[in-house]
């Protein structure tokens, strides 16, 4: 009896490890997009790319104040590319996450000439 409640609590515990683990356990990029005068960009499309995702790619877009984050990444190697119509897209090749780190990647994009 005293043996199957030790053994249960040792599953329990495992259980708990992992699941938290699993839970903290992950990467994000965030950062800042301005233009060449140095004013935050917004409505820019910022995606993380990588082999270590399921979906392969992750995306969000720039807030008024040209912030982004992408969040829930696993560890890996990453390409962060930025678009946004009217300006010239920029990529930012081997961002490595490792653990539970934030790394940042800020960017300026420069207008596309026509």
């Known amino acids: 009896m005293r043996f199957a409640l030790v ?9 708990l490890v992992c699941v ?3 839970a ?9 997009v301005r233009d060449p005068s140095g004013s935050a960009l917004a409505a820019v499309s910022v995606e993380a790319s990588s082999a270590v995702l399921i979906e ?6 720039t807030d ?3 912030r982004y984050r992408i969040e829930d990444l696993r560890p890996g190697r990453y390409q962060v590319r930025f678009t946004r119509q009217g300006w010239k897209t920029y990529q930012h090749e081997g961002v490595e996450l490792t ?3 934030t790394t ?3 960017v300026e994009l420069d207008f ?3």
């Open 7 to 15: 053994m249960r609590t040792l599953v329990g515990l495992a259980v």
């Open 20 to 22: 938290s683990n699993s």
């Open 24 to 32: 903290f356990g992950q990467a994000a990029i965030r950062g800042t």
């Open 56 to 61: 392969k790619t992750r995306t969000a877009i």
């Open 64 to 66: 008024r104040a040209g």
């Open 99 to 101: 653990g539970s780190f």
């Open 104 to 106: 940042t990647v800020d």
């Open 112 to 114: 596309k000439l026509q």
